[in-house]
């Protein structure tokens, strides 16, 4: 017979359902504008050095290419912060999160987290910009453990990594602050 807290419950359970990403985003993901770029530069470059030389033309290339690069992240920056709010007003974020003292101490999960009242739900999702997949894993009865502290760049950018305790032992998850704040206002009820 099914246990009615792992079978019925795991089969009703959706998606966590995160904001689509544009086209755009999806473009960047794939790299396109940085092979374009690169081809771009790559095809100035001789000219350029028939004309100022070698390292000239190569300092120029590199700014040019580090100047185009920030434009992109610049026109790019709104679509991210639209699709983030819209992930926000559902309690949801996108983070890494581990099982405390795994024996895969440096395997981290990319994925996304639901805070809910007294529980926080983790769904993996499939490489680093890809969609959900797997099952939900719910934790019940989230308290925090250890403060926010700084992430490790390798695991998530910019971001910070607390320890919570759940019905399930104690979890990892590394976000950005607004996402932690965001999961203690939902989940620990601000402890």
């Given at each position: 017979?099914?246990?009615?807290?792992?079978?019925?419950?795991?089969?009703?359970?959706?998606?966590?359902?995160?904001?689509?990403?544009?086209?755009?985003e999806?473009?960047?993901?794939?790299?396109?504008?940085?092979?374009?770029?690169?081809?771009?530069?790559?095809?100035?470059?001789?000219?350029?050095?028939?004309?100022?030389?070698?390292?000239?033309?190569?300092?120029?290339?590199?700014?040019a290419?580090?100047a185009?690069?920030?434009?992109?992240?610049?026109?790019?920056?709104?679509?991210?912060?639209?699709r983030?709010?819209?992930?926000?007003?559902q309690?949801l974020?996108?983070?890494?999160?581990?099982?405390?003292?795994?024996?895969?101490?440096?395997?981290?999960?990319?994925g996304?987290v639901?805070?809910?009242p007294?529980?926080?739900?983790?769904?993996?999702?499939?490489?680093?910009?890809?969609?959900?997949?797997?099952?939900?894993?719910?934790?019940?009865?989230?308290?925090?453990?250890?403060?926010?502290v700084?992430?490790?760049?390798?695991?998530?950018?910019?971001?910070?990594?607390?320890?919570?305790?759940?019905n399930?032992?104690?979890i990892e998850?590394?976000?950005?602050?607004?996402?932690?704040?965001?999961?203690?206002e939902?989940?620990?009820?601000?402890d």
């Amino acid at each position: 017979m099914d246990d009615p807290e792992e079978g019925p419950a795991r089969m009703r359970q959706q998606d966590l359902s995160p904001a689509p990403r544009g086209s755009f985003e999806k473009l960047q993901d794939a790299n396109v504008p940085t092979y374009l770029l690169i081809v771009i530069l790559v095809s100035l470059f001789s000219p350029l050095q028939e004309s100022i030389g070698f390292w000239p033309a190569l300092a120029t290339v590199v700014l040019a290419g580090f100047a185009a690069l920030q434009l992109v992240e610049l026109l790019l920056r709104p679509v991210k912060r639209k699709r983030l709010a819209l992930d926000a007003e559902q309690g949801l974020f996108e983070c890494a999160h581990r099982e405390e003292g795994s024996a895969l101490r440096q395997n981290w999960a990319l994925g996304y987290v639901k805070a809910e009242p007294g529980k926080v739900l983790f769904q993996a999702k499939t490489g680093f910009t890809g969609s959900v997949a797997g099952s939900v894993e719910i934790y019940s009865e989230p308290q925090l453990v250890s403060p926010a502290v700084r992430a490790p760049w390798t695991v998530f950018p910019g971001g910070s990594v607390i320890v919570l305790s759940t019905n399930k032992g104690s979890i990892e998850l590394a976000a950005s602050a607004s996402s932690l704040s965001l999961l203690t206002e939902r989940a620990l009820n601000g402890d």
